[in-house]
């Protein structure tokens, strides 16, 4: 097992996604920089109830698996406010965990093994294709590189990275997300999204 310091957020962060944070409360500005310094991740999961900015007497209840999150730039415009770019890389899962006086938690994880690079099949080709075409048009956009969504390598052949990032790009439920998460069979997670992708008629037959 593991100890890791634990960013709860209104969101999901899958591997090789990519969060950029603001960081002003001061157990966070603490922590990312400790993590900054001893190049140290710490694990992002998804805030199931409480808000992300502490408030007296909240109660926060976290979602049991979660993501290790690198930075991987940074910068301090101003005194007290941290502008950090962070990657996914390893899913985890809470065994323990505690909040610490200064709000901030703390928790014993084990980290859960990669998805394994197993090729799109032809049966899901479709969904790849669509994020493929995303990317294009993003591209011909001109969005700068640090505000795409999506960031490079694009491996556009492997299930489990093409299912990551369409669970980051649409609309899903906090509950949708974080079983997409805990699903370990790469295939199968990208089966559900296009099923998902079906339904809203994003996909083309």
């Not at 409480?50 to 408030?55: D, H, L, Q, S």
């Not at 930075?71 to 965990?97: E, H, N």
């Not at 084990?110 to 075409?133: H, I, K, M, S, T």
Request: charged share 20%.
């Amino acid at each position: 097992m593991t100890s890791i310091p634990l960013f709860p957020l209104n969101t999901v962060l899958y591997p090789d996604g990519y969060l950029p944070l603001q960081i002003f409360e001061v157990r966070y500005l603490d922590m990312i920089r400790k993590c900054i310094t001893g190049e140290q991740p710490f694990g992002v999961v998804q805030l199931l109830d409480g808000a992300e900015v502490r408030k007296p007497g909240q109660h926060e209840t976290l979602a049991q698996v979660g993501t290790l999150a690198r930075v991987i730039d940074w910068a301090a415009p101003l005194s007290g406010l941290l502008q950090i770019k962070c990657m996914g890389t390893q899913r985890f899962q809470i065994v323990s965990s505690e909040q610490m006086k200064t709000g901030l938690w703390m928790a014993q994880v084990e980290l859960l093994p990669g998805d394994r690079a197993v090729p799109v099949p032809r049966e899901q080709q479709n969904v790849a294709d669509a994020l493929g075409a995303l990317i294009r048009t993003l591209q011909e956009q001109k969005i700068p590189m640090d505000q795409m969504p999506i960031q490079p390598p694009y491996r556009l052949d492997e299930c489990g990275w093409v299912a990551n990032r369409w669970c980051e790009l649409l609309s899903l439920t906090p509950v949708q997300k974080q079983l997409l998460l805990s699903q370990e069979n790469p295939v199968l997670r990208l089966e559900l999204i296009q099923d998902t992708l079906s339904d809203n008629g994003l996909l083309e037959e």
